[in-house]
């Protein structure tokens, strides 16, 4: 595995695979990697025959109120596991690297982004959008793989790739989980030995509206009862939002179909945690 810092860097790395015949995956993250991620490596790999893996902790989408110092980094371990998992190229750029001088473009969205972690977290969505367009002019890529947990992202990210006509075919893998049901997210690493517990809640409460829907509720205030009534036995958790949502909008459902996705956002302790399925998988 070659591991780079610099823009031209890549561009070299990527044309030299490329001449080669290689058809070039890529894998956009901010560290700290877990099974999750690498299972987007395996994803990535299954496309194509040369991955990249980029690590950049993106200043654009942390919030005022958010502490970009406390995000977790393993800049070892990270390196480690990308080379076992296979990954070719290894990009890890710093701040200055990536915003060289005063930002005078961003890619601000026009839809998709006012509900959910866009209402929560105003601004967010221009900072993902506005880095992701930036990697991916950066490794001009084959095809791009992100995964499901973050979902408002990914249907933002494939958005903005139909809009401006980027060439990358965007995949979006399922979410790896934990034994108990928890999502894999690096924010689990945040959660005390007890709040860990408690998070279980919240894919229970997903499984269960998901079996609801299996079992022929169709009426999305009597699927989101179910979850809410499985999220109540945890007084500790605070939820932000629970919804089911149209899969190519993300508004609000009127009535569930095989392709609405059940989602839920909340705060378990002080860590905020995201996670959804699709009712009809």
Sequence with gaps: MQTVERVAE?????????????????VPTMGFLHEGHLALVDEAKRRAQFVVLSIFVNPLQVAPTED??????????????????????????????????????EVVPRSLHTRWEGAVRPGHFAGVLTVVAKLLNIVQPDVTVFGQKDVQQATLIRAMVDDLDFASEIVVAPTTREADGVAMSSRNSYLSPTDRGHATVLSRALFAMRDA???GERR???LLSTGRAVIDTERTVAIDYLAVTDAATLE???DADEHSIAMVAARVGP??????????Q
């Design 252 to 254: 609000p459902a009127e």
């Design 213 to 215: 829907f299996r079992h």
């Design 68 to 105: 970009l110092a406390r995000y977790p980094r393993d800049a070892v371990g990270d390196a480690a596991k990308s080379a076992g998992r296979g990954v070719d190229l290894l990009f890890i750029p710093g701040v200055d690297e990536m915003y060289p001088r005063e930002r005078r473009v």
């Design 10 to 26: 890549v561009r070299a790395a990527v044309a030299k695979a490329r001449a080669g015949g290689a058809r070039i995956g890529f």
């Design 220 to 222: 999305v205030e009597s």
């Design 271 to 280: 860590t905020r945690l995201i996670d959804n399925v699709i009712l009809g």
